[in-house]
């Protein structure tokens, strides 16, 4: 492809045909659908079809007014909707990678709303104010970078901005998770195109009750995909057989390298001082007024840099850096007499096919030059060869100026192969100022001040809120929790009294599983004294690791004759783990020494936000060396390699709250309680002493190390020699539950022994289900569920002994007026 009318299609093309005949694909809806969006393939196992959008300015070469005046046209109606004084409270999210630009041209409509962007690029110095998931996407970790994290914190409107709505999962896990930790009382969806069946719309109306927030959804056009059966696996077979054979000229005009030398040259845009590249840590009205004075000057440098004569113009951005590229070729636009086009470069696989009836023509493939997170890998850069440009300006930020992007093989030498002339435009990567952080911290807490464990066995990173009231009824607390009012660590459950039947049943449980406990304690012991310390230190995750930690620790000191380190620090889901912890760490040991340590894993939940949270520390703090992988007991959900067992069988310590756990609460995490310089905190029921049965859980496991020490020799050996690849099988099961049973929220499964107790015992439960023929390790789940009312389901097939759903629609009429649950 050579000339631009091959490059744009001839007359009434619409660049969806090709996709609609091969694979059956119908776009239905708003007579504007089709010049909106186009149509293409792409290698990705979730979804094979690609909503190509005409007016987004990421894969079709765009005029930047166009792709500007659609984002603020937007804006300004979301001003409309929410009237002038509320509209002045409202900050803007966009989503990366696709819609960083249009959500900051929407914040542009809008008027003077800050605007920030999700991220895949972790940034050194800064945390992280949250994260989510989008399903469907090539990459999925967002992460939400603010230099200032007061930005989410407001109670104005929250205005998230994607290219396109098509399920609503996505917009949907990121209220669930800014809700949780942010919650306000009005959100606004704004997409170019909303492409949701109707099913799906219902969802997100359902949701918008269920927090008891109103959600509005503003978008330029709205129709529907239809999808025939079978159309992943004919539109994968179809991308394979292209990919594979000489009818991919799309990607063959793209992959010649032709000399760059003398082809490329800078230019310097004197980019002002202080203004960000984009929103990846916040974009404020004060640094719009500042970039809009600035672009014509920036415009004007472009222009002179360009050689005379020029009839079109691409301006190419980089991947998430759209918004700068944009307003730079906005600008350029007004300066110059030439046709200027707005383009960016993407991580995202699209197949390219050669004809008018498709969307993705032709197809640069280059490697990935910023070094990113997710290690290197290829980019993409679309419709641009062939498409008759007689200079191109490759814009990047600072970051992604490296030797990659000048290599033979890099960007530049790619467009040097398709167009005369290109200009490298380099815009400093922002820089945000670093937190200050805390002088000192103070020292961990022992027993016998706080906790009924020896003052050697465990030391606390916490605080102690002993003296302050923390607990909640159950059915109160999860309403809060559910409705998104309150987060579960900012209050404490009332500490459950077990019965004397309970009690009895916990002693049983103990004589039975004591020597089984005491064989897991030594393997997984001895697997992290062979792979991952001679000397580790040993951090549990409070307060379920701790026992175990604590029978970790003894362990090696019976069998080797070690006096292990062993802290307890506090981990939240959705907030991560208490960084001022993992800073006294780093001061007192070396973090390559450091193990956590938990109980069992269930679906994964706390392995993953291990994992992203020592990411977000060694981003924010520079301090690497931190392992995220936890050793536990039991891993019954495989999402773990350093585990004693993967059997789900009922280890005792989850039978009972504090009275088995040092009489410690579970941790609190509350901002009035918790400032940026403390530990978080957790409460010793001194007052529980009389009941307390924590010492001798620990002796009697530890009494039986003589009798399993060969047996845990042999066992240990077997799984160091073995495959503990995570298999991540026990997330998958939730998945399926999930669906199975019309729960909307993963983190209302809660799959194992373990989990199902803590369900029984803090939570409001529905109903539990239990793997067909499981014996004594379900006796205290079945005497809970009679004492409360819950209906035990057995089910075949389960990986795990049993399952715990909580209420999924909970509020107060929830529970019946005796407090047992009642059928939805």
């Known amino acids: 492809m050579t000339e631009r009318a091959r490059a744009e299609g001839r007359a009434g093309d619409w660049s969806g045909s090709w996709v609609a005949e091969r694979l059956g694909v119908e776009l239905a809806g708003d007579d504007s659908l089709t010049g909106l969006l186009g149509l293409a393939l792409r290698r990705n196992p979730k979804r094979a079809h690609l909503l190509v959008s005409n007016v987004l300015g990421k894969h079709v070469p765009q005029s930047p007014s166009v792709v500007h005046g659609h984002g603020v046209a937007l804006g300004r109606r979301v001003r409309d909707l929410l009237g002038a004084e509320t509209a002045e409270h409202a900050v803007v999210l966009g989503y990366a990678e696709t819609a960083t630009g249009l959500g900051h041209s929407v914040a542009d409509g809008l008027g003077a709303a800050p605007y920030l962007h999700s ?270 440009f007689d200079a191109v300006v490759a814009v990047v930020d600072s970051a992604a100026d490296t030797p990659a992007l000048h290599a033979p093989d890099g960007l530049l030498a790619r467009l040097a192969a398709h167009t005369p002339h290109v200009l490298l435009a380099v815009v400093p990567s922002y820089v945000p100022h670093a937190p200050e952080r805390p002088s000192m911290l103070s020292e961990p807490l022992r027993g016998p001040d706080f906790s009924s464990y020896a003052s050697d066995e465990v030391g606390w990173l916490l605080q102690d809120f002993s003296d ?148 977000d520390f060694e981003a924010s703090d520079g301090v690497t060396g931190f392992n995220p992988e936890i050793a536990v007991l039991a891993d019954p959900g495989s999402c773990v390699r350093t585990y004693g067992t993967r059997d789900d069988f009922l280890i005792p310590s989850a039978c009972l709250n504090s009275t088995v756990s040092g009489l410690i609460s579970r941790t609190v995490l509350r901002a009035d309680l918790v400032g940026p310089h403390d530990f978080h905190g957790a409460k010793f029921y001194r007052e529980l002493a009389g009941a307390d049965l924590s010492p001798s859980f620990l002796d009697a496991v530890s009494a039986h190390y003589p009798d399993v020490t060969d047996t845990v020799h042999a066992q240990a050996k077997e799984l160091l020699a073995a495959d503990r690849t995570p298999t991540w099988e026990g997330w998958a099961a939730v998945e399926r539950i999930s669906e199975e049973y019309g729960i909307d929220d993963v983190n209302l499964v809660k799959p194992g022994v373990g989990e199902t107790t803590r369900v029984m015992l803090r939570r409001v439960p529905w109903k539990v289900l239990a793997r067909a023929g499981a014996g004594a390790d379900l006796d205290h789940v079945r005497l809970l569920a009679e004492q409360r009312g819950v209906p035990v389901e057995e089910v075949d097939d389960l990986p795990y002994t049993c399952v715990g759903l909580i209420h999924p629609r909970f509020t107060r009429g929830a529970t019946g007026a005796d407090g047992k649950a009642v059928a939805l």
């Open 119 to 388: 991220t895949r690029r972790p940034v050194a110095g800064v945390g992280t104010a949250g994260g989510f998931e989008e399903s469907h996407s090539h990459a999925t970790s967002h992460l939400l970078l603010p230099e200032d994290p007061a930005l989410l914190a407001g109670d104005g409107p929250l205005v998230l901005v994607d290219d396109e709505f098509s399920t609503g999962n996505t917009v949907l896990n990121t209220v669930r998770a800014l809700h949780e930790r942010y919650p306000r009382k009005r959100y606004v969806v704004v997409a170019l195109v909303d492409m949701r069946s109707p099913a799906d719309a219902g969802r997100l109306e359902d949701f918008a009750r269920e927090i008891g927030a109103r959600v509005d959804l503003v978008t330029a056009a709205s129709g529907t995909v239809r999808l025939p059966p079978g159309v992943l696996e004919k539109g994968q077979e179809l991308v394979a057989r292209y990919e594979a054979g000489t009818a991919d000229a799309g990607a063959g005009a793209g992959s010649g390298t032709g000399g760059a030398v003398g082809r490329v040259a800078r230019v310097d845009l004197r980019w002002p001082d202080g203004v960000p590249d984009g929103g990846r840590h916040g974009f404020t009205a004060g640094h719009r007024e500042r970039l809009e004075n600035a672009l014509p000057g920036m415009a004007a440098r472009i222009a002179d840099a360009l050689p005379a004569g020029v009839r079109r113009v691409l301006v190419l951005g980089f991947e998430e850096l759209m918004y700068a590229p944009l307003r730079l070729a906005d600008a350029l636009e007004r300066t110059i007499d030439a046709d200027v086009r707005y383009s960016t470069t993407t991580r995202s696989p699209v197949l390219a096919v050669d004809d008018p009836g498709y969307a993705i023509r032709t197809r640069l493939v280059f490697p990935a030059h910023d070094e990113p997170a997710d290690g290197p890998g290829e980019r993409y850069a679309y419709n641009v060869a062939g498409a008759g």
């Open 468 to 615: 302050v009231t923390l607990e909640a009824p159950t059915e109160e607390r999860e309403e809060a929790i559910q409705s998104g009012g309150a987060h579960y660590a900012e209050s404490l459950p009332v500490e459950y009294q077990p019965s004397e039947q309970y009690q009895e049943l916990f002693h049983a449980a103990l004589d039975a599983s004591a020597a089984r406990l005491a064989r897991a304690v030594g393997a997984v012991t001895e697997i992290v004294l062979a792979e991952r310390s001679p000397r580790p230190v040993l951090v549990s995750l409070a307060r379920a690791g701790t026992p175990v930690g604590i029978l970790m620790r003894r362990w090696a000191q019976y069998r080797h004759g070690l006096d292990l380190p062993h802290y307890a620090v506090s981990i939240v889901r959705g907030r991560g783990i208490d960084a001022n912890a993992l800073r006294w760490l780093a001061d007192h040991h070396d973090p390559a020494d450091v193990v956590f340590v938990d109980g069992w894993t269930g679906k994964g939940a706390i392995t993953r936000e291990l994992a992203a949270a020592l990411r």
